[in-house]
């Protein structure tokens, strides 16, 4: 997918009004959203990347694969990494994007066994799931509030 596209998904599936929504809601200019939109730019600055994710609800890293300035420096990434190794780097970027499918996968199908969950009525795990989100690094069950300092 690539920016455009995303913005378009984002706004619900209609293209009109999607770069003025985006950019207000990012606190960037139209014309700078015009112009990633068009190619004219080849990606945001990494200090709008958190924002860009934000607006978008997706991870810095799904906001970097819709640029090619980020897809590009990736793969030159793997590339030089290969090189550096002795390498192929054309079966290095094969055997990364086969790894890249597979957690695909995996991500799909564990979204789709928490749907299970909790259409099963299973509100108690997902209470403990946020929970222990809510905890953190803390190596207590307990609530911070109960842990002695």
């Known amino acids: 997918m690539d920016f455009d596209k995303q913005l378009v998904k984002w706004n619900g599936g209609v293209e009109r009004g999607a770069a003025r929504k985006f950019a207000a809601e990012a ?11 068009n190619g004219k730019r080849d990606g945001p ?7 860009f994710a934000k607006v978008f609800g ?10 090619p300035r980020y897809r590009l420096s990736e793969a030159a990434g793997v ?11 054309g079966q290095e970027i094969a055997e990364l994007r086969r790894l890249v499918a ?12 928490v749907q299970a969950l909790k259409d099963a009525g299973g509100k108690e795990y997902i209470k403990d799931r946020s929970r222990i989100r809510k905890l953190g690094a ?4 307990e609530p911070r509030s109960r842990q002695r300092r």
Not at 138 to 141: A, L, T
């Open 27 to 37: 606190e960037v200019g139209e014309a700078y959203v015009s112009e990633l939109r």
């Open 45 to 51: 600055g990494e200090e709008l990347l958190p924002r």
């Open 58 to 67: 997706i991870s810095v890293a799904d906001v970097r694969a819709l640029f």
């Open 79 to 89: 590339t030089a990494v290969a090189d550096r190794v002795g390498r192929d780097p």
């Open 102 to 113: 597979r957690l695909a996968e995996t991500v799909d199908v564990l979204s789709k066994e």
């Open 138 to 141: 803390s190596s207590s069950s």
